[in-house]
């Protein structure tokens, strides 16, 4: 709206109302002077308490390790965000609900942690039961051997195709 001209040769009364509108939409809602200087200072604020909560639970979290003991030595591996257990170790935890141990097979039996999801059973991908096979390939047909190996006396060449009396012209291409 700063652009057009704002004289009187320029813009016609409407759309100099319309302007004035223009004008009035852009401040709309912005903060002046000790309003604006407050707001900052709150913001300024704002950005330093949680940079240093933010840096701090960085810290603190990069140090955590998985608590589960695997042949009387503490697992070295980080555990998973909010929780006390790697990935490997989760299931050890009673009151997460969010992984599941594989079942695995009756000849297989496995226990590595999968997530829970929409189904029952959840499974790891080694173990995961495929759907039935939707589509059915359709079935070669076995030509029998006696049309393979039909006469070829039986059609005519184009060389031997010729006009007949009884048949125009046209048809007998």
């Known amino acids: 709206g700063s652009s057009l001209l704002t004289g009187p040769e320029g813009l016609m009364a409407k759309e100099r109302e ?10 709309y809602r912005q903060r002046y002077g000790v309003e604006a200087l407050l707001h900052r200072q709150l913001k300024e604020r704002r950005m330093l308490a949680t940079d240093g909560t933010a840096q ?13 003991f695997v042949d009387d030595v503490r697992c070295s591996n980080q555990s998973l965000p909010m929780t006390r257990h790697c990935l490997t170790h989760i299931c050890q935890d009673t009151n997460q609900m969010l992984f599941k141990p594989c079942q695995g097979s009756e000849e297989v039996p496995c226990n590595k942690p999968v997530p829970v999801s929409l189904s029952e059973d959840p499974c790891c991908p080694l173990h995961l039961r495929l759907p039935p096979q939707m589509y059915v390939p359709e079935q070669v047909l076995v030509v029998p051997e006696e049309l393979e190996a039909a006469p070829t006396d039986l059609y005519l060449s184009a060389a031997e195709l010729q006009p007949t009396e009884s048949l125009p012209l046209e048809f007998s291409d």
């Open 18 to 27: 319309n302007l004035k509108r223009l004008k009035c939409l852009r401040r």
């Open 56 to 68: 701090q639970a960085h810290t603190t979290r990069s140090s955590q390790r998985c608590l589960a």
